[in-house]
């Protein structure tokens, strides 16, 4: 199904200025509403994340393991609405910018759903860094 099959409206209140790489808020209508459980960045059959795995590679592994599940549940990446994000370390988080940048583009092209990110102190992985939540309007 075609991300265009859903109405998805960023909102930005007047007077505010455009946010880079999210939206504050969507609408969105569709007839089927998925939610993702948070996402680490551990490819799937792999026990654990390797030791010293930088916060960048872990986000393009967490956000790919999001779409693998959304088109799992017949959805694609323009049918997200909402994400949210729980990293370790927001230093290491801006550092990764290049690559956390590289890894949206290509999972996610220009698409910027409504977005959330939080600094946590632990992950359910002891080497995780990154765990990626979304919400997806199928219709």
């Known amino acids: 199904m075609p991300a265009s099959d859903i ?3 960023p909102i930005l209140p007047e007077g505010w200025p455009r946010p880079r790489g999210f939206s ?3 609408v969105a209508t569709g007839t089927r509403s998925v939610r993702i ?3 680490i960045g551990r490819a799937p059959g792999e026990a654990h994340i390797a030791a010293g795995t930088d916060a960048g590679a872990q986000w393009r592994v967490a ?5 693998a599940v959304l088109k799992a549940a ?3 990446p323009g049918h997200l609405v909402a994400l949210r ?3 370790t370390d927001i230093a290491e988080f801006n550092a990764a910018g290049a690559a956390i940048g590289a890894a949206w583009g290509a999972t996610l092209g220009k698409h910027f759903p409504a977005m959330t990110l ?3 102190s632990a992950l359910i992985d002891p080497h995780a ?3 990626i939540e979304a919400d997806a309007v199928l219709p």
């Open 24 to 26: 504050h808020a969507v």
């Open 74 to 76: 017949g959805g694609e």
């Open 37 to 39: 459980a948070g996402q």
């Open 63 to 67: 956000l790919a393991n999001v779409v």
């Open 118 to 120: 939080v600094q946590v």
């Open 129 to 131: 860094k990154v765990e």
């Open 85 to 87: 994000a729980y990293v």
């Open 7 to 9: 109405a998805y409206t």
